[in-house]
């Protein structure tokens, strides 16, 4: 089984082609350029380096988000247009899952946590059970009210905090009782998606598949 997987919910660009669960090839560009420029050449690219026919994907993945707006949906257009003419499978994940995913060799609980500004975070905890990694919970919280909620609910195993918020909010993160993990230690890439945790039996319809933001865009906000 060969998979293409797309991120475009940052200012980077990421494109990854999997057969089955090995990557065979990774692109990522994060220029000024817009997604709308960048993400086509990329996978034509990956494809024409893999020598791989875009026929011959059997499932396609796409970062629902939450991030960029403009981003996410290009993204996810892209991907229903790759996807549609060949009748095949499109599955969803979300930006703090595959943060998540740098962190295979955890034993304990991986809380992800991406700035959503205002004093909010894009959070997601997950587990490690079989090879697989499992979503226990994803949202979107103020984090000083995050913070020891997690700590609380979470205290049976260790937990590694990674993300964004540690820089933005460093006072905020001081006193988390867990393992920090930061920024510069840990990418948010495509290739690092752990593909075989993301299949479904439920899901996987071209027409399902949509964005994620977790709340209106500031423009929506400011009305």
């Known amino acids: 089984m060969k998979i ?7 200012s980077a660009a990421g494109v990854a082609l999997f057969k089955e669960n090995r990557l065979m090839g990774e692109f990522v560009v994060n220029t000024a350029q817009t997604h709308s420029q960048k993400l086509m050449p990329i996978v034509d690219s990956l494809l024409n380096q893999t020598q791989t026919a875009m026929d ?15 981003g996410v949906r290009i993204g996810i257009a892209a991907i229903k247009g790759f996807a549609q003419p060949f009748g095949k499978k499109v599955f969803g994940y979300s930006s ?3 943060l998540a995913c740098n962190f295979r060799y955890e034993s304990g609980y991986i809380f992800t946590a991406i700035d959503a500004k205002r004093g909010d975070v894009y959070y997601g905890v997950y587990t490690w059970q079989d090879d697989k990694l499992i979503i226990l919970e994803e949202g979107i919280e103020a984090l000083s009210k995050l913070l020891p909620l997690v700590a609380e609910k ?21 006193e988390w009782p867990g393992r920090l993990c930061r920024p510069e230690d840990v990418v948010q890439r495509v290739g690092n998606l752990h593909v075989a945790s993301i299949v479904q039996s439920d899901a996987g319809s071209v027409y399902e598949i949509k964005a994620n933001y977790m709340r209106k865009s500031q423009a929506e906000r400011d009305k």
């Open 96 to 98: 703090m899952f595959l």
């Open 4 to 10: 293409l997987a797309i991120d475009t919910s940052s």
């Open 154 to 174: 979470y205290k049976d195993k260790p937990v590694i905090l990674a993300g964004d918020v540690i820089a933005i909010y460093p006072d905020a993160v001081k």
């Open 56 to 70: 011959e994907i059997d499932t396609f993945f796409v970062c629902e988000g939450p991030g960029s707006f403009t």
